[in-house]
T-cell receptor, first 116, second 114 residues
Framework: KAGVTQTPRYLIKTRGQQVTLSCSPI?????VSWYQQTPGQGLQFLFE???????NKGNFPGRFSGRQFSNSRSEMNVSTLELGDSALYLC???????????????FGSGTRLTVV | GENVEQHPSTLSVQEGDSAVIKCTYS??????FPWYKQELGKRPQLIID?????GEKKDQRIAVTLNKTAKHFSLHITETQPEDSAVYFC?????????????FGTGTRLLVSP
């Protein structure tokens, strides 16, 4: 069974540019969440999607956005990149049979974004 | 807002010793508490989790305890081995609102020396 696949693995962008990251969850998983990991701030929640709907959003500026497609694949976009956006962006999928029950995430390997 | 505090930030033990990592959460509605292990350059991996209707859970050398009254939970690793060296994250989540957001602690770097 394939794991969570994130592409690309590495990205270098210039300030002011925009970037799109992709995440393919484990087959059958309908919930996809995105996290930003930095040495200083740890793992910070960005947003969560379930059946193409954003169910929750973290405390990030509107430059950070995302979406989920009908096949559960998800993308996140960051516009007008800033140096502080340099981080490891992790996608995680889970299979909530019951929407009110949490199940453990399976994380992807992440996309390391460097903004110069 | 929700907050999870994790201690210690670093922990050094000798091989064979036990290691304990403690977390405190602020949201009394939290009912799901997973622990993740992240080795250098790798993705976080779920190692054990516990729900609020259970006080303790064990899986071989690892165990987690939960004190709902005090709002804290702990990870216990016995007979530590060098391959246990990694960063460990605790997290808390509420499951009754239909979303999967986890609030993570800041991580504990565990170093097991041979």
């Amino acid at each position: 069974k394939a794991g969570v696949t994130q592409t690309p693995r590495y990205l270098i962008k210039t300030r002011g540019q925009q970037v799109t990251l992709s995440c393919s969850p484990i087959s059958g998983h309908r919930s996809v969440s995105w996290y930003q990991q930095t040495p200083g701030q740890g793992l910070q929640f960005l947003f969560e999607y379930f059946s193409e709907t954003q169910r929750n959003k973290g405390n990030f500026p509107g430059r950070f956005s995302g979406r989920q497609f009908s096949n559960s694949r998800s993308e996140m976009n960051v516009s007008t990149l800033e140096l502080g956006d340099s981080a490891l962006y992790l996608c995680a999928s889970s299979y909530p049979i019951d929407p009110d029950t949490n199940y453990g995430y399976t994380f992807g390997s992440g996309t390391r974004l460097t903004v110069v | 807002g929700e907050n999870v505090e994790q201690h210690p930030s670093t922990l050094s033990v000798q091989e064979g010793d036990s290691a304990v990592i403690k977390c405190t959460y602020s949201d009394s509605a939290s009912n799901y508490f997973p622990w993740y292990k992240q080795e250098l350059g790798k993705r976080p991996q779920l190692i054990i989790d516990i729900r609020s209707n259970v006080g303790e859970k064990k899986d071989q050398r690892i165990a987690v305890t939960l004190n709902k009254t005090a709002k804290h939970f702990s990870l216990h690793i016995t007979e530590t081995q060098p391959e246990d060296s990694a960063v460990y994250f605790c997290a808390a989540s509420r499951g009754n609102t239909g979303f999967q957001k986890l609030v993570f602690g800041t991580g504990t770097r565990l170093l097991v020396s041979p």
